[in-house]
């Protein structure tokens, strides 16, 4: 699978095939832009490493700020002012600590370092990034878990130059640009540079080391050299008082010469990034073995799903979304710049919205262990700053994405207590858990019943049924009555008149996308709906069936745009995460062949090939996620230890799972063509056994084993009688 992602998918607007069938009634409110970049990265490392053009908003790629529709050019053309470090993957915002430590390689005055230059090509693969410069400097860049290579090679010049950038980040957009508030940069001997950058109170430290032996090596600041060994400290840094500051090595370079820029990074200091550094290079401690290292890494993580057809693009397609789903979050150990024990610390987490319904349950299937790791990270957060995070940067304050969801990691626990994965005190756990509940809008819930807005109620009740499988583990009869009370709280968030959500101001969507999410009691949320009629009726008009095209919004769409669209209560087609489970919704009223036909629509229809080939931001690989479980032909229930059934996109497919592999086949299988004909299941078995339920326990499923489809052309009766579980109160059946 390494050798079919494309790390360009994504990185542009949106260009795919006209949607044809239910896929052309999907509206899309968000940026029709993947909102990805090619750069190099680790599998779920700290480091990223990219060409810096200051887009929004990885600072890469061609794109002003864009919120809705069809991104707005900043650029023409692909063009860079050098190198820089950390940036996100997929997302709708930007912390200021992205883009710093910007490398550019020059043959022209250190004047021009702030002008950019074309990007004449450009090559990508997991781990590595190639442009060449239209001076004609050839840039590679490979990463570590917390470190970067550089490698560069320079035309014949008698004054060429490496600079790094210690002084702005962020990006080049209208209030983009950031500045740190204090640095200090010193010399520590002929190729080894050090220092240390504070960044909205995150003191993010460099080593940094250069193979030129016989160019000189200087500080600078406001473009003037500083005698060699000097020391740079700046206490107290403000927009007003702000002078370019960094390194540079500089010399005569031959035809082809190449330079290498090592550099370690941590949260905890400069011996620390020396030393981080150190143990990601290894001994011999070159470009060439840290790139092996990095792309055996990757090939054993991609090669751990396959996929069978003769298609090249939509095995690409399929392996780039996998590699996307592993981008992030950002794992650093021991790096916590707000607390001095050792142990598990995460970033980049944004936001547990985007992640965890699809992106968190496939790292447990890969990687338990890490997963196991993230929840620790998650309730160590918890412990030191009041509150288990909805999103977490590495900037101080978890609870910065408070309009999007609570009580979403809970999820995550209950399906790891579920699997019975080991390394969680769960006591420990118990207690933030409950705590988490009751913060700030979890104090209305309580007190009203509800909270504002309405998915918001349906995020704290669904988080005390998860709390409550915690409960049931540990015996305590208690608190799991009481969570079993408040989880039954989801009702009030309902208009028993229409069946749908109350009004109330939705975060990215409107009560209609909210409205279909699976809960732990479907068979009450279809019975307050009118029964299976009438709940598939209000599905059928979600998803478009029967109605006219939609036309998509464009370029800077206008208000009254919007909310004509809005106004649709339409489904979002992937463009966008509140909706991303509905399609599933069907299977609780027995209707397993119209998420086959919704799903065959998405899966087919909106995404693709080529740098345009995502329908929204991919959100930190939540997008991409949902999309490798739905080729797979699994839905995972996040926090229910359930996995709904559909037909899978290939013919066969291998899997690896938390203990065991998993292979997927399905008999009857036609290779299939956007807008062509839906398959759908006939029957299902595990290993030999029937499956006459549309859906499997996860602790079963994570065992392996062989899932085995048969597909038709017509829908049958699988999956119409034996639903997925309603379960208001956690039953220990469900627990290993």
Not at 387 to 413: E, K
Request: glycine share 10%; with cysteine.
């Amino acid at each position: 699978m390494y050798d079919d992602v494309d790390p360009f998918i994504g990185t542009e607007a949106t260009v795919l095939p006209e949607p044809s069938g239910i896929a052309a009634t999907w509206w899309w409110p968000k940026p029709q832009v993947g909102n990805t970049h090619p750069g190099a990265c680790y599998p779920l490392g700290m480091v990223s490493a990219c060409a810096y053009s200051g887009g929004y908003p990885t600072g890469y790629g061609l794109y002003d700020l864009s919120t809705e529709g069809v991104p707005t050019r900043l650029h023409d053309r692909a063009v860079t002012s050098g190198f820089t470090h950390f940036q996100q993957s997929g997302t709708g915002a930007i912390r200021k600590y992205y883009n710093y430590f910007r490398v550019t390689p020059m043959i022209e005055p250190l004047d021009e370092l702030d002008r950019t230059w074309d990007l004449v090509s450009e090559e990508a693969a997991p781990g590595w990034y190639a442009a060449t410069l239209d001076n004609g400097i050839e840039a590679e860049i490979t990463v570590g878990p917390k470190s970067a290579v550089h490698r560069y090679r320079f035309p014949e010049h008698p004054s060429a130059r490496v600079v790094v950038d210690f002084s702005v980040g962020g990006l080049e957009i209208p209030y983009g640009a950031t500045l740190p508030l204090r640095a200090r940069l010193e010399a520590v001997e002929p190729g080894v540079v050090q220092g240390e950058i504070v960044v909205e109170g995150v003191p993010l430290s460099v080593y940094i080391e250069c193979d030129a032996d016989d160019w000189r090596q200087m500080l600078w600041y406001d473009r003037r050299l500083m005698p060699a060994g000097q020391r740079l400290d700046l206490d107290s840094i403000r927009p007003s008082t702000l002078r370019p500051f960094g390194l540079m090595w500089m010399g005569t370079a031959s035809q082809g010469q190449s330079v290498e820029v090592r550099m370690g990074f941590s949260l905890r200091g400069v011996d620390q990034a020396r030393r981080n550094l150190h143990k990601d290079l290894g001994e011999l401690g070159s470009f060439s073995t840290r790139l092996a290292g990095t792309r055996e890494t990757w090939r054993g993580l991609l090669d751990a799903i396959t996929v069978d057809t003769e298609d090249d693009v939509r095995r690409e397609v399929f392996a780039t979304a996998v590699y996307h789903s592993l981008l992030k979050p950002c794992f650093a150990a021991d790096e916590s710049p707000f607390w001095s024990h050792k142990g598990p610390f995460v970033f980049d987490v944004s936001t547990m919205w985007d992640i965890y319904r699809t992106q968190l349950p496939l790292l447990t299937a890969l990687m338990p262990h890490r997963v196991v790791e993230f929840a620790n990270a998650m309730l160590t957060i918890a412990e030191e700053e009041g509150n288990l995070p909805i999103g977490y940067r590495m900037a101080r304050g978890s609870d910065r994405f408070s309009r999007q969801g609570s009580a979403l990691v809970h999820t995550l626990l209950a399906d790891l207590a579920h699997l019975g994965l080991h390394g969680i005190d769960w006591d420990w756990a118990m207690v933030h858990m409950q705590t988490d509940l009751r913060r700030s809008y979890g104090e209305e819930f309580l007190l009203q019943g509800y909270a504002q807005p309405m998915s918001h109620t349906l995020d704290l009740a669904y988080g005390y049924w998860c709390a409550g499988v915690i409960a049931q583990l540990l015996g305590d009869t208690a608190q799991l009555r009481e969570n079993v009370e408040m989880a039954a709280r989801w009702r009030n968030a309902f208009d028993e008149e229409t069946g749908l959500l109350r009004d109330s101001t939705y975060y990215e969507g409107t009560k209609f996308n909210y409205s279909f999410r699976i809960l732990h009691d479907m068979a009450a949320r279809i019975e307050l709906a009118g029964g299976d009629e009438a709940f598939v009726a209000l599905l059928d008009a979600f998803f478009g069936f029967g109605a006219e095209p939609v036309v998509q919004p464009g370029e800077r769409p206008g208000l009254e745009e919007m909310r004509a669209g809005y106004a649709l209560g339409r489904f979002e087609g992937l463009n966008n995460e509140p909706d991303m489970e509905a399609p599933w919704a069907y299977h609780y009223a027995g209707r397993p062949d119209r998420t086959a036909e919704v799903v065959h629509g998405i899966v087919h229809q909106m995404f693709g090939p080529g740098r345009g080939g995502l329908p929204g931001n991919d959100d930190s690989g939540g997008l991409s996620s949902w999309f490798v479980w739905a080729c797979l032909g699994l839905f995972p229930v996040a926090g229910q230890n359930l996995f709904l059934l559909h037909p899978p996109a290939f013919a066969s497919a291998r899997m690896r799972m938390a203990r065991g592999e998993l292979t997927i086949v399905a008999d009857g299988f036609i290779e299939p063509t956007p807008g062509g004909p839906v398959q759908y299941i006939r029957s299902v078995t595990l290993d030999g056994a029937p499956v006459e339920s549309s859906w499997i326990a996860g602790s079963e499923l994570h065992q392996g084993g062989e899932l085995r489809f048969t597909l038709a052309d017509t829908p049958g009766d699988w999956g119409r009688t034996h639903r997925p579980p309603s379960t208001p109160r956690p039953t220990q059946g469900l627990l290993p």
